[in-house]
């Protein structure tokens, strides 16, 4: 029987070469866009653009919309390349969401047996038609159209560069412990907090890690599969802490509408799993906003929010419209990070990813892959 010869070197570099302009192409209309929503309070402000404002970034509580230094440090570096040009953070966001796809790729290669004699050619390469279809679904417009959104993409490279060095690193030692394999587990552990500092919703990646090991193997054993990842979940817990005490200090992120117990907690979290199965299915009625379901445990004061709140929708300039004069809800302007929590509370500011734990209230569809 003959053995197939090796792909070249140079097969993953056109991969991504070619993923890199079926992207482009995609996304084309959103080279010329402007800034929407809440871009204007991610890129770099004037107070942040020196290099005490980069060490501002990383040392100071609140200095930027959220605390995600890693992000909010590429904003810098950009805003330095092409200062307030919208084509650059656009060119750039097109890019990261490509070599995402690859890097998905690239994971399901080493994660799928291949066809039989070894071959994926054409249509039977299914990695390459999942990568595909994850680089040009609609669902993750919003994700690569707004710049306020790359923490969606670049958290997304990191967290898929961790997985696969995690994955080369536990495959060359057979899946000994980290001792072992200590530089490629120490670079996953890296690339992971990198991933939690550019947006902490990937602080699924061990919990992801320990679903693919049992997959491949059957089972899981607590020495050799379960305490290795031991780090990564204390990391991804301390960030996911982090955040939501940022979010309620210096976000307003509290009050009523937050004051959700655990099953509704759950209840709103387990929706997003079949949200998106949904989409993928089907991605009809997608729009740049969405409302949460209305729980009845959620109580009168969410539907009262809700009912209170103007829907949104798309002009042809790709701004939003001013609200309604008959609403009493203020029109949605980026809020100061020196703002005080309580007046942040009482002012809309644009909903963010932490915000999922509202109910009945209109939030942004911020993807998260």
């Known amino acids: 029987m003959a053995i197939p010869a090796p792909a070249p070197r140079s097969a993953p570099i056109r991969e991504w070469l070619g993923l890199s302009l079926v992207v482009l192409l995609a996304y084309l209309p959103a080279v010329n866009g402007g800034l929407v929503w809440d871009d204007d309070g991610h890129v770099t402000r004037p107070e942040l653009r020196s290099l005490h404002g980069l060490w501002r970034i990383w040392t100071e509580l609140g200095a930027t919309q959220q605390y995600y230094p890693v992000l909010h440090s590429a904003f810098w570096i950009e805003h330095r390349l092409w200062g307030d040009a919208t084509l650059g953070y656009h060119l750039v966001n097109i890019l990261l969401h490509a070599t995402a796809a690859w890097l998905f790729v690239t994971v399901l290669r080493r994660l799928v047996p291949s066809a039989p004699g070894g ?212 029109s949605p302007t980026p809020t100061s990070p020196t703002t005080s929590s309580t007046s942040r509370a009482s002012a809309f500011s644009p909903p963010r990813e932490s915000d999922g734990g509202r109910c009945g209230v209109l939030i942004a569809a911020k993807s998260t892959y």
């Open 119 to 330: 071959v994926r050619t054409g249509l039977f390469d299914g990695p390459l038609l999942a990568g595909l279809l994850f680089a040009l679904h609609p669902v993750c417009t919003e994700s690569v159209a707004w710049i306020s959104e790359q923490k969606n993409t670049l958290s997304t490279v990191f967290y898929l560069l961790a997985a696969l060095t995690y994955l080369k690193g536990a495959a060359r030692c057979g899946g000994e412990t980290p001792a072992i394999r200590r530089p490629l587990y120490l670079l996953s552990l890296a690339l992971f907090a990198a991933a939690l500092l550019s947006k902490s919703v990937t602080a699924t990646l061990p919990a992801a890690l320990l679903v693919v090991i049992w997959w491949r193997r059957g089972r899981l054993e607590l020495r050799r599969d379960v305490l290795p990842l031991l780090p990564f979940f204390a990391v991804g817990v301390s960030a996911g802490l982090l955040t939501a005490w940022v979010e309620r200090r210096y976000g307003g992120a509290e009050g009523a509408v937050y004051a959700l117990g655990a099953l509704q907690r759950c209840l709103l979290a387990g929706r997003v799993i079949w949200f998106y199965l949904a989409k993928l299915a089907g991605a009809r009625t997608l729009s740049r906003s969405r409302r949460l379901p209305r729980l009845r445990s959620c109580g009168a004061t969410g539907a009262a929010a809700a009912a209170r709140l103007p829907p949104l929708y798309s002009s042809p300039d790709r701004s939003f419209p001013p609200w309604d004069s008959s609403t009493s809800i203020p």
